[in-house]
């Protein structure tokens, strides 16, 4: 029996990816889960844990991990800058009597007291930043490993399997890309990202700040991709990616509508990328990249990418 070669027209081929890649995965999941019984699916209890968790976690960022609340939480109240104005002016009268590494400790805490500077605006975003690792990753996993009594993997911790898929992130990055160079020049654009105002005149506090966002990003993508959609994947099947869009979609109230608005198909993609592949890596791939081209690319139309990029040189 001799193949034949299907040839097909430059406007088949969205036709031919898009049931390739969602209408094929969709109709196999969900024949995947017709096929279980009540007694092979996860039991109930285990999707309202998940469901809980997610709105538990959701309420600690919300009303105490977001940036601004470095200040209302860890930067000194008034009666305790008194008192350290009163030991610091006490030991500038007897330098003998500070104790070792006091000096140190006077830089350390000056981000802390002085609201403008750039060590100051990283301090309040690694501050998010530290919120997002553990209400979206350190919680989830105690609640996977604790409660469950599961494999982190099976909640898309895998590395195996998503760099057979490494094409369809190039695909997706070089897909994004135009998009990102014209609503870069965008006023709403420049004045939200980069998250670090600094960036221009920090630039080693700009890349610290980098490592700490893409740690958020992994957190965020287990959170969403990993530990809500496959804790409701066999209870709820395919449907699973829509519950996850909800709260997704959410998280990015306050950014530009278009970003907002993106999130909703971006949630699907990733959210099926994970069903598929069993793992979050590769949407923690396209998240990472997406974000620092949105940052390289504001910092461009400010005229700041230059000193940013010149740390490397």
């Not at 898009?18 to 969709?26: E, G, I, K």
């Not at 990993?226 to 804790?231: C, E, N, V």
């Not at 990616?241 to 998280?251: E, H, Q, R, T």
Request: net charge positive; aromatic share 16%.
């Amino acid at each position: 029996m001799v193949d034949k070669k299907v040839e097909r027209a430059w406007w088949q081929w969205p036709i031919a990816w898009w049931t390739a890649w969602v209408v094929v995965p969709w109709r196999r999941e969900e024949e995947r889960f017709r096929r279980k019984t009540c007694e092979e699916k996860a039991p109930a209890w285990r999707a309202v844990t998940v469901l809980v968790t997610v709105a538990v976690c959701l309420t600690l960022i919300e009303y105490l991990g977001k940036n601004q609340h470095f200040w209302d939480y860890i930067h000194p109240r008034p009666m305790t800058d008194a008192v350290l104005d009163m030991v610091k002016r006490g030991y500038m009268l007897q330098p003998q009597s500070a104790p070792r590494g006091w000096y140190h400790f006077q830089v350390l805490l000056q981000p802390l007291r002085d609201l403008n500077t750039a060590d100051a605006h990283l301090l309040q975003l690694l501050y998010w930043g530290v919120w997002c690792v553990v209400t979206y990753l350190v919680l989830p996993c105690l609640v996977v490993k604790v409660i469950f009594k599961q494999r982190l993997r099976d909640y898309g911790m895998r590395m195996e399997g998503w760099t057979r898929h490494l094409w369809v992130y190039v695909l997706l990055f070089l897909a994004l890309v135009p998009v990102l160079v014209i609503v870069s020049d965008m006023p709403s654009f420049q004045a939200t990202y980069p998250f670090f105002r600094h960036a221009g005149t920090s630039p080693r506090a700009f890349w610290i700040w980098q490592v700490a966002y893409a740690a958020q990003f992994l957190s965020l993508e287990f959170f969403f991709r990993g530990f809500m959609l496959h804790g409701l994947r066999d209870r709820l099947g395919p449907m699973a990616i829509f519950v996850m869009i909800l709260p997704y979609c959410m998280i990015h109230f306050g950014k530009p509508m278009s970003e907002t608005l993106g999130a909703i198909i971006a949630g699907f993609i990733l959210g099926l990328l994970s069903l598929r592949t069993g793992s979050i890596f590769l949407g923690f791939l396209i998240h990472v990249s997406v974000a620092l081209a949105m940052d390289l690319l504001s910092l461009w139309r400010q005229g700041h990418l230059e000193g940013v990029l010149g740390i490397f040189g």
